[in-house]
């Protein structure tokens, strides 16, 4: 079966950064586009970057030039690097394969 597992998150200040790490296992991952979308309390899903089959990449407006997505195929593993991170931040942060999700790591940013 699909599984997708995130790790990385945690809890960090202001102005600091976390990457975000997604493995997945039973599909073939160079296929596919890998998203990561976050959910803040109270507040819906929504994504945050994108990257396609041919590495190209679309970033939330409110991320563009902090957060970085990358992946690695050889490894079957999405990545997000996060810097100057803010409060705004502060979410569960889940891995998307298609219909296929993780199940989420927490970022808080807070001093």
């Known amino acids: 079966q699909v599984q997708l597992v995130e790790s990385g998150g945690g809890l960090v200040q202001p102005g600091g950064s976390l990457r975000l790490s997604c493995t997945a296992s039973?599909?073939?991952?160079?296929?596919?586009?890998m998203g990561w979308y976050r959910q803040a309390p109270g507040k819906e899903r929504e994504l945050v970057a994108v990257?396609?089959?041919?590495?190209?990449?679309n970033y939330a407006d409110s991320v563009k030039g902090r957060f970085t997505i990358s992946r690695d195929n050889a490894k079957n593993t999405v990545y997000l690097q996060m810097d100057s991170l803010k409060p705004e931040d502060t979410a569960v942060y889940y891995c998307?394969?298609?219909?296929?999700w993780g199940q989420g790591t927490q970022v808080t940013v807070s001093s």
């Open positions: 990257i396609r089959t041919t590495t190209s990449t």
């Open positions: 998307n394969s298609g219909s296929f």
């Open positions: 039973g599909i073939v991952f160079s296929w596919y586009p």
